[in-house]
């Protein structure tokens, strides 16, 4: 029987005619993967059973997790890797989607490097049009611009942070060791995560091929409500705190309480 | 004066050394000083070639203080003997033959007065005339064989030196240069004449493609034949830019790696052009190209299968042991029309003494 290595993991944190759009694209992107590939969909409760009528094809081996305490993006992520049973996993946020060569190279890459544990893809940053904004990730094969072409290392994410964790391939194992985000970390739990896995010496490679898009700037995503929206818009003040706590807190693989207090 | 005895003993002596492979085939090489040099490699291969088939040859140089090409060909060439004009006083036999490469064609005046088989190397045939006295033919000097790399070349020179014999040896495209078992990296290797050219090709790419700034472009001097072959295999593509060429080496080395080139095409046609890579006549579009080619292999686009048959089929007359074969005939019938001659000459002499 044909062994499925990877599975993909959805949060989803609320459901309305434009998120179940932005579901049935993104869910529609790793169709063709559906052989190798298996997708668990994190929901809050209350609307597990709404998201479970959407008419999201055939083909994939869905599960429908369903989450019981906090409803963030981490927490749901985090819920998915405990629940996830295959080598490896990835992320997928609703407004994304993963390339049609993702599969192709992450089979090449996983079978050539075996000592990665995470192979972030080149991101393709795209506007709600779908216009082209820039790369992320791929820097690291920019000719002296980490210890090893190809590669991050924690020297680089001291000085960079802009790295995107969504679309990236990581080992389950050493995920579950690792421990994955630290919830309580705003805004920059991806770099803190990446910092405490350079940091632990868990190698981490770029594929030097877009295997992922991501929608910026979109209203009402998690980093335009932290940078725009009235109510959790975050001060410069806060972000530069978050940015410090990212580098504080990843010597430590468990999360610590971290809390912001106006100077 | 010799009296023909003594031309008939000399001649004897030379047919037995011609008979017996004694005789030696002197290549005259410049000096790189270490540079890697693909004419020069393709002097050493014809030597190697000779000498491991029984034709004693020698890497004939200026003086002493020849580097010799170890340091960017490795020990490959160990066997080959070096002599020096200045310190070994070398001997040169009616048997023997001498191969100048265009490089040398100042010396062709100094070589006029020796006898033995001449041959001159045109593998640059722009360089030709930079010495070459006005309105002199290769042949006043004794130069009535040419071996050149292309069949355009051999066309040019039978239509301005029709009087001499021209022969095709292309270059030998080593097994070294083989595809990578590896995925390709996204740099690009990058071989162009003239660096004001490359440095122009390079900040116009930047300029004009600001979101692969991260993309490395691989200058390939200072290199080992083995690192030139390693960082060329690896690469996601090849860029060539050399309005001089005549063979064109480098885009058969990648073509062999199963690297896509980007090229303009040199003011000499290359025998081996086709649909085998990106081509252009126009050095202003190169930028272009490349940049489509890479933000395309980015998103995952490979090369045809047809294209890659293609380059296959580029590759097929320079197989190794076609050329080296090539190699062997060319130089067999120089040898085989010398002793002919000598024994033409064996005969006349041998008339006039029982005369």
């Known amino acids: 029987m044909h062994k499925i290595n990877y599975t993909v993991i959805l949060p989803v944190h609320k459901i309305d005619e434009l998120y179940t759009e932005l579901l049935i694209n993104s869910v529609g992107s790793i169709q063709d993967f559906h052989n190798d590939v298996l997708l668990t969909i994190v929901c809050p409760k209350d609307i597990k059973s709404e998201i479970e009528k959407i008419d999201l094809g055939q083909k994939l081996q869905i599960t429908y997790l369903e989450n019981k305490g906090q409803t963030d993006f981490c927490s749901q992520v985090n819920l998915g890797v405990e629940n996830c049973n295959t080598e490896w996993f990835t992320i997928l946020e609703i407004d994304d989607e993963f390339r049609p060569n993702w599969l192709k190279s992450v089979n090449e890459y996983t079978e050539e490097n075996k000592g990665v544990d995470v192979f972030l893809s080149i991101v393709k940053d795209v506007n709600v049009n779908g216009e082209f904004i820039s790369f992320t990730n791929e820097s690291v094969w920019a000719y002296g611009f980490s210890d090893s072409q190809g590669s991050l290392d924690n020297e680089v994410l001291l000085e960079y942070e802009n790295y995107q964790t969504s679309g990236g391939l990581y080992r389950t194992k050493v995920m579950k060791e690792q421990g994955f985000f630290k919830d309580n970390i705003k805004l920059t739990f991806s770099h803190e995560l990446l910092l405490r896995l350079t940091h632990n010496n868990i190698k981490i490679m770029t594929i030097p091929k877009i295997g992922y898009q991501h929608v910026n700037f979109r209203e009402d995503s998690l980093f335009f409500n932290l940078k725009n929206d009235e109510n959790s818009k975050l001060t410069e003040d806060e972000v530069k705190f978050w940015m410090n706590t990212a580098k504080k807190e990843f010597f430590f693989k468990n999360k610590r309480d971290v809390t912001y207090t106006k100077a | ?355």
């Open chain 2, 1 to 355: 004066m010799m009296n023909n005895n003594e031309n008939i003993e000399k001649i004897n002596t030379a047919l037995g050394r011609l008979e017996d492979s004694k005789s030696i085939v002197y290549f005259l090489t410049y000096d790189t000083k270490n540079n890697a040099r693909a004419s020069v490699k393709y002097i050493y291969d014809l030597a190697l070639t000779l000498n491991q088939n029984g034709i004693t040859s020698k890497i004939l140089v200026e003086d002493s203080t020849y580097v010799g090409v170890e340091s960017w060909l490795g020990d490959k060439y160990k066997e080959l003997e070096v002599v020096s004009i200045k310190e070994d006083k070398v001997e040169i036999n009616i048997d023997d033959a001498v191969v100048v490469p265009e490089y040398y064609t100042n010396t062709l005046q100094k070589l006029s007065n020796i006898k033995c088989i001449k041959v001159l190397l045109i593998q640059q045939r722009e360089y030709i005339y930079e010495n070459l006295p006005i309105g002199s033919r290769f042949s006043d000097f004794g130069f009535d064989k040419i071996i050149t790399t292309t069949e355009q070349s051999k066309k040019y020179l039978m239509e301005y030196f029709p009087e001499s014999l021209v022969f095709i040896v292309p270059p030998i495209i080593e097994d070294i240069f083989s595809p990578s078992l590896l995925t390709l990296k996204p740099y690009v290797v990058i071989s162009v004449r003239d660096r004001s050219i490359q440095r122009k090709i390079i900040s116009e790419f930047y300029l004009k493609f600001p979101q692969l700034r991260w993309i490395t472009f691989r200058d390939m001097v200072q290199m080992s034949y083995e690192e030139f072959s390693n960082n060329l295999k690896e690469c996601m593509v090849s860029l060539w830019v050399d309005d001089d060429s005549t063979f064109g080496t480098f885009p058969l080395e990648s073509m062999k790696c199963d690297v896509p080139v980007i090229g303009k095409i040199p003011d000499t046609e290359p025998d081996w052009l086709s649909e085998n890579g990106m081509w252009t006549y126009d050095g202003n579009k190169l930028v272009d190209i490349l940049g489509t080619y890479i933000l395309a292999w980015i998103e995952g686009v490979e090369l045809t299968q047809e294209v890659k048959d293609k380059m296959k089929d580029t590759l097929l007359p320079y197989k190794k042991d076609i050329t080296e074969n090539n190699i062997l005939s060319v130089f067999n019938s120089f040898k085989n029309k010398r002793i002919e001659t000598f024994k033409l000459t064996l005969d006349k002499l041998k008339l006039e003494e029982n005369a």
